[in-house]
């Protein structure tokens, strides 16, 4: 976890020694589910890296996906202002909700959700080929034609701003960061992972307002 939250640092008196957890998806930004947690379940969380909460249906602690293998694995983890309530960003094997949706909540997709799934859709067609899939005739023809029109693209995007012209602009622009993606998952890399590496280069702390 990235934050290391003390037990005893967390208001447990509130509401019967239980605090509320919200769980939301650490790329998408998605909502995932809500739970509860006692000390121990937060302990257990901690020391394991999956999300571990307590039932008071069946008044026993409960891992995510000891049932359904749906684990919640935790990149971090923080606690609100008021010290009663945890919100942890997971990564999720498979769909959380016991209907075997995403997320329990109904799908409000953010932009960060959307490039999310679009980017996921299109990690498809590179293994599902279609012959009516652009993006898959594109993973066929190899590194060389991608890498091609990364640099085509690149240099249209650079034309489209010295004219200022700003809609051809953002088309230009557009179709760069859709064949970047297309070239990062001819290395089975995402966008994430540029994300990432900003991040290391950077260890910055932003300002909220």
């Not at 026993?60 to 049932?67: A, I, N, P, Q």
């Not at 995403?102 to 498809?124: A, G, M, Q, R």
């Not at 089975?188 to 260890?203: P, Q």
Request: aromatic share 10%; hydrophobic share 40%; proline share 1%.
């Amino acid at each position: 976890m990235l934050e290391k939250i003390n037990v005893h640092d967390i208001n447990w008196k509130k509401v019967d020694n239980m605090v509320p957890v919200i769980i939301q998806h650490n790329v998408s930004g998605e909502v995932l589910m809500h739970g509860m947690m006692n000390q121990e379940a937060f302990l257990v969380t901690q020391k394991k890296n999956y999300v571990t909460f307590y039932s008071r249906t069946k008044q026993r602690l409960w891992t995510k996906g000891e049932t359904s293998g749906n684990y919640l694995k935790v990149v971090s983890v923080t606690l609100d202002c008021d010290k009663d309530v945890l919100l942890f960003l997971v990564i999720p094997k498979g769909n959380t909700c016991h209907l075997d949706n995403i997320s329990c909540f109904k799908s409000v997709y953010s932009d960060s959700t959307f490039f999310y799934y679009l980017e996921n859709f299109l990690k498809s067609r590179k293994v599902h080929f279609s012959k009516n899939s652009y993006t898959s005739r594109l993973h066929s023809t190899g590194i060389n034609r991608i890498s091609q029109k990364v640099a085509e693209e690149a240099i249209e995007t650079a034309i489209a701003a010295v004219t200022k012209n700003k809609n051809e602009f953002v088309n230009e622009a557009t179709d760069l960061v859709y064949h970047l993606l297309v070239l990062l998952h001819h290395y089975d890399l995402d966008f994430n992972t540029v994300v990432v590496n900003l991040k290391k280069r950077r260890n910055l702390q932003f300002n909220k307002p």
